[in-house]
């Protein structure tokens, strides 16, 4: 993948050696010099598309990203920003930036998403090597900056990898607390919508609607601070096996390895699919040793067979960490059982969640849903 080139032209007259914004409105390849895109092109994502380390893309409000998806597609496009490089998408309320399917007729997995990856800390060390594209992450810089992500739409994203792997709808990949990232909707994903890979980077208004796995999962000693968190899985036209609104680790190999995933979470909620034929759900499951401190979360509809829990505290290490430090003013519906263990969280009656219980929250507004 490194060998491709973009399909942006460079001018030779250009002093600042920044390319020309392609007329075509197609992008593939590097982007290897400063580029800013132009909100009345549609842009089609030929493959992927590399931002350079070092280089910024400037996506304006109201642009279409549209990753090419029909029959004779070459290559899954996504859209990476490699370690040092940044996006800055800055949308707005009135005119977010949208990032989807070129299909006439969409569908969950038609493209891959949008992958971040930067010098921050992970448990897994310095430029470890991406599942998700093999690009390399992780660093010694926890206020690492790549960019700025906010009021963006990124729709039916999650193509399959291999048979054992999926892209996500956003992707953080050792993202530095200098990044920006804030009112962002994964729509009908095929994976998670939301997947954290150690770092620091911070967030608010982040909402996934019917996603076919997670919603929200992090591992690798994620520790950033999100407000408002709103999954709804109900819609999803599939679903994995597992799926959860929240799915938590620290390390898969090693509960305790430090830096321990310790996200601070508040204003959340979780609503699930309501359908039996979930084998192994739950609102959260926070397990291989993740710790998190969690302030008012609204659960409902987790009734899978055999499982169905509204909080799974799975694993000694997470289960020692929660009972010592239980999980603030949590309301628990429409369940099979509220979890396997009364005492890592603090019921409440009256939990708003993500601002309203189940219902869509106003800071959602924007969304159109």
Request: aromatic share 8%.
């Amino acid at each position: 993948m490194g060998s491709f080139l973009t399909s942006c032209s460079s001018d030779d007259d250009n002093n600042n050696n920044t390319p020309d914004v392609p007329a075509t409105g197609e992008l593939s390849g590097t982007i290897t010099a400063d580029m800013e895109l132009n909100e009345e092109t549609v842009y089609t994502l030929r493959g992927p598309v590399y931002v350079e380390s070092g280089v910024t893309l400037t996506i304006p409000a109201g642009t279409r990203l549209e990753g090419y998806a029909e029959e004779d597609a070459e290559a899954v496009s996504f859209l990476a920003v490699k370690q040092g490089g940044k996006i800055i998408a800055q949308g707005t309320a009135d005119n977010p930036i949208v990032m989807t399917s070129s299909k006439a007729t969409p569908a969950p997995g038609d493209w891959g998403g949008l992958v971040i990856c930067g010098n921050a800390v992970t448990n897994l060390g310095a430029n470890t090597q991406a599942e998700v594209t093999g690009l390399t992450y992780g660093g010694n810089n926890p206020s690492d900056n790549s960019g700025v992500y906010s009021y963006i739409k990124v729709e039916y994203a999650g193509a399959l990898i291999n048979e054992d792997a999926e892209f996500n709808g956003v992707t953080f990949y050792a993202v530095g607390s200098g990044t920006t990232v804030n009112n962002i909707l994964v729509y009908q994903g095929s994976d998670d919508a939301f997947e954290w890979f150690g770092g620091s980077v911070n967030g608010s208004n982040l909402a996934g609607i019917g996603c076919q796995d997670d919603t929200f999962d992090w591992t690798e000693g994620w520790n950033g601070t999100v407000s408002n968190m709103y999954s709804d899985q109900s819609s999803a036209t599939a679903f994995s096996s597992d799926s959860r609104g929240i799915e938590a680790d620290n390390n898969s190999a090693d509960g305790m390895l430090a830096p321990i995933s310790h996200p601070i979470l508040s204003n959340i909620t979780l609503i699930g699919r309501n359908d039996a034929a979930v084998t192994s759900e739950a609102g959260m499951m926070l397990r291989r040793g993740t710790r998190a401190t969690i302030n008012n979360a609204y659960i409902s509809g987790f009734i899978g067979t055999g499982s169905g829990l509204g909080i799974n505290f799975n694993g000694t290490d997470s289960q020692a960490w929660f009972e010592a430090n239980p999980i603030q003013n949590i309301r628990i519906m429409n369940v099979n059982e509220t979890s396997n263990m009364e005492t890592g969280y603090t019921p409440s009656t009256t939990a708003t969640g993500a601002g309203a219980g189940a219902e869509i929250p106003g800071w959602m507004s924007w969304m159109g849903l």
